[in-house]
């Protein structure tokens, strides 16, 4: 496994942290020629220490960022101009790096995950919680509730570990084959960092100390009617947990609310989605009746809570021999994320805010 690379020390003009690569000394070539222009001193390299979240204090024997001045007109695009540049650099003189699994966090920083922001910061107004609950490094298996048509609550799970985790997590997740035989689709989902779901890549990559993500209502859960938003579907076979006992990963179940009101599935018409080889074709308020329009997810109102982490490691992996074991704790985790629904159902409200 490639190892992932560290971020700018930097704050951008907007106060956000900056997403380009960093050099030795923990700065960005952008950055780094800001500061030789501003006469300041080079700074020394960062002291190696756990990351830090945007907005908090500096932890011990760590550098605290730097700060560009206030903008002037003009110079968020000049910035935005520059870090394209320097990303256009890279990839053309190969000077990223793709994992065995085709993970590029390049891309991923700079192309993808800013597509995404806009539905997370504005559109569905995203309020994360319990991020804490999440290791900061070593293996992982975050486990969700799977509802909305298409998979938005797994990329709005992974932007926000990716974002707002103190340590930046990469969510490596877990994907169904549809996922790899869609053209355009399948070279993406590769890129954001996805899986085909079988144990053998999970495990590989726990054992890489990666964050798993996985969503064991599969199908059933992104395609139900909108009659049963918020009833979690059957967990298949457990076999997430048995993963996580051969390899002592942490369960860290995950609960979103919001995901089933952006496509309300009316009806599914079956025949239709056999002829075209998809495991539902819905019919929502706006699709098909609106053509391409109907594409546009509503505005619901999200909720993003990570729940304490159940540990595995002191089961042994000989407890995947054990049915009630793996019957017991696939149980656990399915009513710790029906728990968290209810609740934050609750607490959010109005469906849109």
Known sequence: MSPASKRCR???RKGERCRN???PDGLCAVHRRRQVERGAPEPRPPFPGPPNREGSPTAEGEDPVVHTPEPEPFARFFDWAEEAVEFLGRRVLGEYEVDEFGHDPDLVEHVLAPL???????WWRVETRGLEQVPGSGPALVVGNHAGTLPFDA?????????EHPAHRSLRMLAADLAFDLP???PLARKLGNTLACAED???LLEAGELVGVWPEGYKGLGKPYRERYQLQRFGRGGFVEVALRTGAPIVPVAVVGSEEIYPMLADLRRLARLLGLPYFPVTP???ALGPLGAIPLPSKWLIEFCPPIETAGLGPDAVLDPMVLFDLTDQVRDTIQQAVHRNLLE???TFG
């Open 10 to 12: 930097a704050r951008t």
């Open 21 to 23: 690569p960093a050099g």
């Open 116 to 122: 995404l922001r806009p539905l997370y910061r504005h």
């Open 155 to 163: 990329l709005m799970v992974a932007l926000a570990l990716l974002d």
């Open 184 to 186: 355009v689709i399948a």
């Open 202 to 204: 999970a495990t590989r």
């Open 286 to 288: 706006t699709f098909p």
């Open 348 to 350: 959010r409200g109005g």
